[in-house]
């Protein structure tokens, strides 16, 4: 009769943090592993906090981690940007040689993808602590001058409905509920299907309602001011909404002119990107409307209106009940 395999001892404390580091660097523990250390994890608090702690840490290091670049490119052009080593220091050297090994693998194309667990791991090793140091800096450096030259916050689209699509720096992705809009970003309605809806907030506080018929394209600036490209917008403007300046005016700017409100409902039609006439029409409150040359107009609610290319605008007249719904 076969002797029965060895129960498998209970871990210490000092086992399960060495288990929890390899746990959350690589997620490779094998199932015997991950029983004791849960195991343990329950009976013992203190480890517990601990794991907890260490998921929070890998959740803040993958979300500031997220838009990094791991091509296999990246640390050639990494290292290109930091001193040479430091001729007779052997800690510079080593970790040279150590990031050189990855370089050579990355162009073999045997190079394990970019994960957080070196990040973490290199803490005790000495050679590249030093190396992960001058990157950090680097990093560090790097990061606030994008933060520094990167556009300011327009507002936060708190929630959405229909589909979009977001342009920033000539670069398209989807639009979603969540996204923080910047100054020249510009956001595109599909072509077909529903309206693109937008709850737009500032800080949590609600600043507008813009719904976007399809195929309409409108460009961000700030929090109170757009430009409409061209198709048809309806805007719903928060009279208590946040504000740059007191009495500042919620503006919409057309190339025919914009549109100027305090707090009201009100549509935009630009039919073409050259248009001949721009109409607004006014379903609550009331409008300025201020062309590029010429006299303002006034539109009171149920009204509508034309900026005209030739300049000045058409005068108030009753608003079309199509228009309106």
């Given at each position: 009769?076969?002797?029965a395999p060895a ?12 288990e ?10 094998k199932?015997?592993e991950?029983?004791l ?12 906090s601990k794991?907890?702690?260490r ?10 981690f ?6 296999p490119?990246?640390?050639r052009r990494?290292?290109?940007?930091l001193p040479?080593a ?12 150590a990031?050189e090994?990855?370089?050579r ?8 993808p970019?994960g957080?667990?070196?990040l ?5 090793l000495?050679a590249?602590l030093?190396a ?5 800096l680097?990093g ?5 001058q994008?933060l ?7 507002a ?15 670069r398209e ?10 100054r020249g970003?510009e956001?595109?309605?599909g072509?077909?299907?529903p309206p ?8 949590g506080?609600?600043v507008?309602?813009v719904q976007?018929?399809p ?5 961000a600036?700030s929090?109170?001011?757009y430009t ?6 309806y805007?719903?403007v928060?009279?208590?909404r946040?504000k ?10 057309t190339?025919?002119g ?19 006439m ?7 409150g009331t ?8 006299n ?10 034309d900026?005209l290319?030739?300049?000045g605008?058409?005068g108030p007249?009753?608003?079309y009940?199509?228009r309106l719904?």
């Amino acid at each position: 009769m076969a002797d029965a395999p060895a129960p498998h001892s209970p871990l210490t404390c000092h086992e399960a943090e060495r288990e929890i580091d390899l746990l959350i660097e690589d997620g490779d523990l094998k199932e015997t592993e991950r029983a004791l250390l849960f195991a343990h994890v329950r009976a013992c608090q203190a480890c517990k906090s601990k794991l907890e702690a260490r998921r929070r840490q890998d959740v803040r290091l993958r979300q500031a981690f997220v838009a990094l670049d791991t091509s296999p490119d990246f640390t050639r052009r990494v290292l290109e940007s930091l001193p040479a080593a430091a001729a007779g220091d052997p800690a510079s050297e080593a970790a040279w040689a150590a990031a050189e090994r990855v370089v050579r693998q990355e162009r073999r194309g045997d190079a394990r993808p970019l994960g957080l667990g070196w990040l973490t791991r290199g803490y005790r090793l000495p050679a590249v602590l030093a190396a992960l140091i001058s990157i950090g800096l680097l990093g560090a450096y790097l990061r606030f001058q994008w933060l520094k030259d990167m556009p300011e916050e327009v507002a936060q689209i708190q929630e959405m409905s229909g589909a979009g699509v977001r342009t920033r720096a000539g670069r398209e992705a989807r639009l979603e509920a969540g996204n923080l809009l910047r100054r020249g970003d510009e956001i595109a309605a599909g072509t077909d299907g529903p309206p693109l809806v937008l709850k737009l907030g500032f800080r949590g506080t609600p600043v507008a309602a813009v719904q976007l018929k399809p195929g309409a394209l409108l460009r961000a600036y700030s929090r109170s001011q757009y430009t409409l490209v061209k198709g048809e917008a309806y805007f719903q403007v928060r009279k208590d909404r946040p504000k740059d300046r007191p009495g500042e005016r919620f503006k919409v700017e057309t190339t025919l002119g914009c549109v100027q409100v305090l707090g009201t409902e009100f549509g935009i039609i630009v039919p073409s990107e050259v248009p001949q006439m721009v109409t607004v029409v006014v379903g609550e409150g009331t409008v300025e409307v201020v062309p590029n040359s010429g006299n303002a107009m006034r539109l009171e609610a149920g009204d509508e209106g034309d900026l005209l290319n030739a300049g000045g605008t058409s005068g108030p007249r009753p608003a079309y009940a199509s228009r309106l719904t």
